[in-house]
């Protein structure tokens, strides 16, 4: 297998603008998560799925975030006007267990 | 709460020397402890975890760890430190489906 594959591995983009990243998690890991990584507040986890099903996105910093899973294979995370502060590195991850987790390499995400 | 206190913000060893990488957690109930590494530019790699059983775990890249349930401890130990080693060491405690993670430790290593 492949790994956790994201993309784009980095985004430039206006503030305002609507952003998605992307995410194909490991065939057969029915758990997906969405962290995001900053200096300032380290790893965050903004959301987990379970069987496509959002189970807990009390991570969400807000509304123009959004997150979904349409199958198994496939999960964006869409943020929605784009803001500076918006600007860090967003790892989706995948586990089998719910408690190991595999990390896609990032997407690193500059809103200017 | 559930936490993971990394007290080591980053760290300088000699290439050849040991390595001691600190973790304190806390949990209510029997952690599920990791130890993840990142390079620069790179995703979270596991390098070992500990869910239950023998207290010492072997992980990838000859690094290990030890449970400590006395001192709420998981700290991370390789006994020769190769240049490859430097990067970001993330200790984590999970119980269910959320893993929360340290603040990291950078290793840096010196020639």
């Known amino acids: 297998d492949a790994g956790v594959i994201q993309s784009p591995r980095h985004e430039v983009t206006e503030m305002g603008q609507e952003v998605t990243l992307r995410c194909k998690p490991i065939?057969?890991?029915?758990?997906l998560f969405w962290y995001r990584q900053t200096m300032m507040r380290g790893l965050e986890l903004l959301i987990y799925?379970?069987?496509?099903?959002?189970?807990?996105d009390s991570g969400m910093p807000e509304d123009r975030f959004s997150a979904k899973m349409p199958n198994a294979s496939f999960s964006t995370l869409k943020i929605q006007p784009s803001e500076p502060r918006d600007s860090a590195v967003y790892f989706c991850?995948?586990?089998?267990?719910?408690?190991?987790?595999?990390f896609g390499q990032g997407t690193r995400l500059t809103v200017v | 709460a559930q936490s993971v206190t990394q007290p080591d913000i980053h760290i300088t060893v000699s290439e050849g020397a040991s390595l001691e990488l600190r973790c304190n957690y806390s949990y209510g109930a029997t952690p599920y402890l990791f130890w993840y590494v990142q390079s620069p530019g790179q995703g979270l790699q596991l390098l070992l975890k500990y869910f239950s059983g023998d207290t010492l775990v072997q992980g990838i890249k000859g690094f290990e760890a030890e449970f400590k349930r006395s001192q709420s401890s998981f700290n991370l130990r390789k006994p020769s430190v190769h240049w490859s080693d430097a990067a970001e060491y993330f200790c984590a405690v999970g119980g269910g489906f959320k893993t929360i993670f340290g603040a990291g430790t950078r290793l840096f290593v010196k020639a």
């Open positions: 991850a995948s586990s089998f267990t719910g408690d190991q987790a595999f």
């Open positions: 065939s057969g890991h029915d758990y």
């Open positions: 799925f379970n069987n496509n099903v959002p189970i807990d």
